[in-house]
């Protein structure tokens, strides 16, 4: 079983939905959790990250975090065109402090 | 600012032969993380080093595999006698002393094909 799971979609929404993102993960030494966005053939780039539990805004995103569940979320408020990208979570322990573990990333494509 | 340099973006090699693939940090940072993407996969841990050290590579394969951050220069990812499972894209962060892999910018990658 993986560590962390992520439906890989893909997902298509329309121009100005809500899109929910999410990731489950088994282990519950996990502390920080982070959201990635991958255009293609480019890196990863961190659009924001959580410490334990809780929600965090960011403009049109909101993480958030459910420790009891083991169940985290990225959501995205009037979606446009150019979030159309691969998502990723991403998670690390306290003590890891080199290693992220990933999850498969969810490919989202939001339609005008 | 330049962000974290990757080079080359693209590499072919033929099985057997050696592959070497760099990392610049982004200016004033001195911890750099090499990770790999393999197809229809998320990015798995390699290694983790600061100038002059490997600080953790539990995530790099036992054989052919090696990573090295001189004083001077880039870092570099060295595989040795690559084989068709070796290609992925191969991912670089890297932070600044005050700051973990938590806040690290990732480079471009580097794609790597073998033939």
């Known amino acids: 079983q993986k560590e962390v799971e992520q439906d890989p979609g893909p997902l298509s929404v329309p121009e100005g939905a809500i899109v929910s993102l999410n990731c489950t993960y088994s282990?519950?030494?996990?502390?920080?959790f982070m959201w990635y966005r991958q255009y293609s053939r480019k890196g990863p780039e961190l659009l924001m990250y959580?410490?334990?539990?809780g929600n965090k805004e960011d403009g049109r995103f909101t993480a958030q975090v459910d420790k009891s569940s083991k169940y985290i979320s990225l959501f995205i408020r009037d979606s446009q065109p150019s979030d159309s990208a691969t998502y990723l979570c991403?998670?690390?322990?306290?003590?890891?402090?080199?290693?992220?573990?990933f999850g498969e990333g969810t490919q989202l494509t939001v339609n005008p | 600012n330049a962000g974290v340099m990757q080079n080359p973006r693209h590499l072919v090699r033929r099985r057997g032969q050696e592959a070497r693939l760099r990392c610049s940090p982004m200016?004033?940072?001195?911890?750099v993380y090499w990770y790999r993407q393999l197809p229809e996969e998320g990015l798995k841990f390699m290694v983790y080093?600061?100038?002059?050290?490997?600080?953790?590579e539990s995530g790099m394969p036992k054989e052919r595999f090696s990573a090295e951050f001189p004083k001077e220069g880039p870092s570099i990812l060295r595989i040795q006698q690559v084989v068709r499972g070796d290609s992925a894209a191969y991912f670089c962060?890297?932070?600044?002393?005050?700051?973990?892999?938590?806040?690290?910018?990732f480079g471009q990658g580097t794609r790597l094909t073998v033939v």
């Open positions: 282990n519950s030494a996990f502390q920080y």
């Open positions: 080093l600061q100038k002059e050290n490997i600080i953790d």
């Open positions: 959580t410490y334990s539990s």
């Open positions: 962060a890297s932070s600044p002393i005050d700051r973990g892999v938590t806040e690290a910018f």
């Open positions: 991403a998670m690390r322990q306290e003590t890891s402090g080199s290693r992220l573990t």
């Open positions: 200016k004033g940072h001195s911890h």
